[in-house]
């Protein structure tokens, strides 16, 4: 039951967008070049010019892998027991961790890089409430990461320590820590309903600022531009009756001051990610497959 919960809650908080539409979503826009083939391919994670995912080529559970650029073969990097979702290396390079259910419900999980097929996962988190989502701090010795409170029915942003101990930072999911600075970016659930919002947390204070302070317009799966400057996301719309959008990808400043579009609205994308050879990855639904899809980073440097 705990599995299948988050599970569910997962689905509507990555990808639903309200009732599918009867015609099939318009093609990519020019310019956009598709990196995986047939397969069912999320949680793109940049390093370099390279991408972690987690991906289920055959349907079955999740592993995880690495795309070389240009793609379109997977490198299988990890299965285990379970499913094996939202892959982070941290800063330098030297060690992986990622959300795995093996044991019933989600827990953090991490592996030196050099013992991926050989050694033992090290459980870095494992409470009665189920975490995912975890990113490293920038220097690579705490970890953030995402936390279903069943008793509350809502997402927390938890930090661990080098030492083991949990701090809570408040409401929040799909965490990405700045490249260079203690802030962490993450979507966060309206006090008052609608769609979620995008909100910078300071990691020193808990103090949370919303980015995206649209009571219309909601963002998901935030991540941070290459260079640190910009916060990439997905935006949904809300409708008068309550039915969800896909309003395409954006990109604001941590001021909130300006912002980009990315993407046209329509079809069902997420997860988009900067790459350093400046390339925005993403994820786009197409019927029953998840592809990864790139295009060439138009933000202003």
Known sequence: MKRRAVTAALAVVLAACGTPPPTPPPGPEPGHTRLTSGSVTEDPFAFGSNILVST???????????????????????????????????????????????????????????ALGTGKPELLVDSDDDETGPTWAPDGKRLAFSAFDRRAGSWRLRLRTPEGAIRDLGDGFAP????????????????????????IVDVAS????????????????????????????????????????????????????????????????????????????????????????????????
């Open 176 to 199: 990405a820590w700045h490249p260079s600075a203690d802030r962490i970016v993450c979507q966060r659930a309206r006090p008052d309903g609608g769609p979620w919002s995008i909100a």
């Open 56 to 114: 289920r080529p055959d349907g079955s559970r999740y592993r995880l892998g690495s795309l070389m650029p240009g793609g379109p073969a997977i490198r299988t990097l990890l299965t285990g027991e379970g499913d094996l979702r939202f892959p982070a290396l941290s800063p330098e390079l030297s060690r992986i961790a990622w959300a795995g259910n093996a044991r019933g419900g989600w827990d953090i999980y991490a592996m030196p890089m050099m």
């Open 206 to 301: 808990g103090v949370s600022t919303d980015v995206w302070p649209d009571a219309k317009r909601g963002g998901i799966t935030p991540a941070w531009s290459s260079d640190g400057e910009w916060i990439l996301f997905a935006a949904r719309t809300e409708g008068a009756d309550g039915a969800a959008a896909c309003d395409g990808l954006w990109a604001v400043t941590q001021d909130g001051a300006r912002r980009v579009r990315l993407t046209a609205a329509g079809p069902e994308t997420f997860s988009p990610r900067e790459t350093e050879d400046r390339r925005i990855v993403y994820c786009r639904r197409e019927g029953s497959t998840v592809e990864l899809w790139s295009f060439a980073s138009p933000l202003p440097r």
